[in-house]
DNA sequence: TTGTACGCGTTATCAC
DNA sequence: GTGATAACGCGTACAA
C-alpha cells in the first residue's frame, strides 16, 4: 500500500487541500508548513496517483503516437525527436504499432482516448479516413506525420516528396546522366507518387523524353528493390543512374547490380531517399536525401501541443524540404 | 463532453451498476436490459473511461517499457515482439527512452508507477541497482531484458553471451583461422565482457597463445569499430579473421579493412554478433550469431505477466542462445 | 493561511 | 434481476 495524499495530511497535521497545494506548487501556504509537508512527503516516499490526477483534471499529460509500422527504418529517429520535444513540456508518451492495419489503429485511436491521452500523433501510413473526421469534429488534438491530409481536415509534418524527386534527379541530370531509372512504390503510397511526380518533372525539365520502361513499381522493402533494378538492367539499353524512392528499394538495387558484377557508381549510380542509418554504412556510401526525422519528431509535438491550446481545430500543414547528402554513389560524367 | 455511464443508465432507464455489469459481462441481467443497454451504448457512442475504471481497479493494463536507447538497432524489433505479446494479454505498452542516461531511467520508473502501469520492462543497460531493489522490496513486477541481474535481484530474460562469443570464435576456428582478431565493448559492457570470455575460451580450448595485441576495445558505435579494425590492420602480424561483438562494430571494421583495399572474407574474415536488420544488406552479407530479439520481446511479456500473478518476486531468469548465420564475409581455408 | 466537502467516472458490496 | 451507495486518490470552490 503506498502512502496517499491523506496520510501526508495526517502526518503533516494538516488537510489535504494543503498538502494538494504544495504539490501543486500553489501560493498562500506558509513556509513553515510548507517545509513540513515537503519533509512528510520525502519521509514516506510519496509520490502523487496520477490515476486519480487525471480523473479530475480530465488530463494525462501523454500524447499517443501511432506509428503504422513500428519496424520502419524511419522510427526510431523519429520516434526519439517525439520522446524528446514531448519530454520538454512534460509529457510521457504512448507508443502503438498497427502493424501497416488501419483496423488496428483504429482500436488504438480507442484506446488512447479511453486512457484520456491529451493528444495523438499519427505517422507513415495513411489513415483511416472516417476516423481522423471523428476526431476532427470533436476538436481532439491530433497531427499526422508523413501523411498526406487529402482535405486539409487535421494538421500535418509532411516532408516535400516532389521537390524531394526533382532534387534527386536534378543531380543526376546535373552530373550528366539523361538515362536514369526510377523505382518507386508508386502509386501504393502518396509519398511515391509525389517523389515518381518530381523525378518526372527534372526530366521534363531537362527535355528528357519519359521512358516507362525505366519506371518500376515494387513495395517498400529490399527483395523488391532488387527485383526492380533486375528488370531495369535486363532492358535492352539499360540506364546510368537509378533514382529509388527510399533507400530501402536503393538497398536491394545495389545487390542486383553488384551480383551482375556491375560497379555502383561506375556503370551504374544510385540516389536513395530517407537518408536511413544504413545509407551512410553500406558500400559505396549512399547518395540520398535527408529528411531530417528527429527534426520532424519534434515538431508533431510543439504543433500537436499549439493544436491543444487552441479551442478549434487549425489544420496547419508544415512541411519540410530534404536535402541532400553526397556520397559515394554517384559518378559525375 | 463524452458520454458517461450515468447518461447510458438515465437514457436506458436503468441503473449504472446495470450498465457496468454489462460491460463487464457479468451475469445476472436480463436479455431485454442487456439489449436495451447495448443499444443506448452503440447509439451514444460511449466507450467507458479507462482512467476512472483505473483508479478503482488499482490496475491499467499498460505495461511500461523503458529503452536505456531508442535508437539502439535491436530495440525495433524487440518492441515490436513486446507490443504484439502484450496485446495478447490486453495490454497496451507505454513506452520510454531513456537515452543512456540512469538518471532519466529513474524518472521513467517513477513516472510509470505513479500512472499505475502493471509492470515494467527494462533494456539494453545496467539500470539503478537501488531502484531496482526498492522495485523488488515492493513486489513490484519487472523484468530486464538482456541485463544481468548480478545478484539475482530480479526477473531476467538474457542471451548467453559467453556462448555465442563462444560459437563465433569457433566458427572462424572451424574455418581453418588462427589468427583471430576481437573487437570488443571490453569491459564497458557486461555483454561485451562475456562474449570476450566466450572468445578466449574458444581459442584456449584449441591450444591458441592468446595474444593481447588482437583484443581491441571501444565503445559500441561504427566509428569505433573502424578505429579498431585499423589498429587491428597496422599489427606486424595481423588477423586473417575478425569477431566483433557487435554488428556495428563489424560494420565499422568493415569500412577500415575496405578502405585499405582488402578483401572481404579473402582476405579478413568476419563475424559479427547480433544480426540486426543492416548485417544481410552489406556486402558481403555478414555472418553473424542471431539473438532472436523478437522473440526475446515477447518472452518478457510472458514473464512479467508470470511476474504480476504471484505473490512475490521470482527472480527467474531465462536464458537464450545465440544462433550462428552463415552468410558470406567468412573465408574457409 | 488553512480546512471542509464535493465531484471526476467507474466498480463492488450490499440490499431489495 | 436490479438499484443505491461507498469507495478509489486527488483538485478545488467555498467557507472559516
Redesign the interface.
Known amino acids: 500500500m503506498?502512502a496517499t495524499i491523506i496520510d501526508i495530511a495526517k502526518k503533516a497535521g494538516v488537510s489535504v487541500s494543503t498538502v494538494s497545494r504544495v504539490l501543486n506548487n500553489k501560493p498562500d501556504v506558509s513556509k513553515e508548513t510548507q517545509e513540513r509537508i515537503r519533509a512528510t512527503i520525502k519521509d514516506l516516499d510519496y509520490?502523487?496517483?496520477?490515476?486519480?490526477r487525471?480523473?479530475v483534471l480530465k488530463r494525462?499529460n501523454?500524447i499517443g503516437f501511432i506509428a503504422s509500422d513500428?519496424?520502419n527504418?524511419s522510427?526510431?529517429?523519429l520516434?526519439?525527436g517525439v520522446?524528446?520535444k514531448a519530454k520538454e513540456y512534460g509529457y510521457?508518451?504512448?507508443?502503438?504499432?498497427a502493424h501497416k492495419d488501419s483496423r488496428v489503429e483504429k482500436e488504438a485511436i480507442?484506446?488512447l482516448?479511453?486512457?484520456?491521452v491529451d493528444g495523438i500523433i499519427l505517422s507513415f501510413n495513411e489513415a483511416n479516413r472516417d476516423e481522423l473526421l471523428k476526431l476532427r469534429d470533436?476538436n481532439f488534438p491530433v497531427v499526422q506525420i508523413y501523411r498526406k491530409s487529402s482535405e486539409s481536415m487535421i494538421s500535418t509534418i509532411a516532408i516535400d516528396n516532389v521537390a524531394n524527386g526533382y532534387l534527386g534527379t536534378k543531380y543526376l541530370l546535373d552530373a550528366g546522366h539523361t538515362r536514369i531509372g526510377h523505382i518507386t512504390t508508386g502509386d501504393l503510397t502518396q509519398s511515391g507518387y509525389e517523389r515518381k511526380l518530381g523525378y518526372l518533372k527534372a526530366l521534363t525539365e531537362a527535355n528528357i523524353d519519359i521512358d516507362e520502361n525505366l519506371i518500376v513499381e515494387g513495395v517498400s522493402s529490399?527483395e523488391a528493390g532488387r527485383e526492380c533494378m533486375e528488370r531495369l538492367l535486363d532492358l535492352k539499353s539499360r540506364p546510368t543512374a537509378l533514382f529509388a524512392s527510399h533507400d530501402v528499394l536503393a538497398?536491394g538495387a545495389?545487390d542486383a547490380i553488384?551480383d551482375r558484377g556491375l560497379s555502383i557508381p561506375g556503370d551504374i549510380s544510385v540516389v536513395g531517399h530517407d537518408n536511413i542509418?544504413?545509407a551512410k554504412?553500406?558500400?559505396p556510401r549512399l547518395t540520398t536525401i535527408d529528411t531530417f526525422k528527429y527534426t520532424l519528431g519534434q515538431a508533431s509535438v510543439d504543433l500537436l501541443i499549439e493544436e491543444m491550446a487552441v479551442e478549434s481545430h487549425q489544420c496547419k500543414e508544415l512541411v519540410y524540404p530534404g536535402e541532400l547528402v553526397v556520397r559515394d554513389s554517384v559518378r559525375i560524367l
Do not use: C, H, W
Open positions: 503506498t509520490s502523487p496517483n496520477k490515476v486519480a487525471n480523473l494525462s501523454v513500428i519496424t527504418a522510427f526510431p529517429e520516434a526519439r520522446v524528446v510521457s508518451v504512448m507508443f502503438f504499432d480507442g484506446l482516448r479511453s486512457k484520456q470533436e529490399v538497398i545495389y553488384l542509418e544504413i554504412m553500406i558500400r
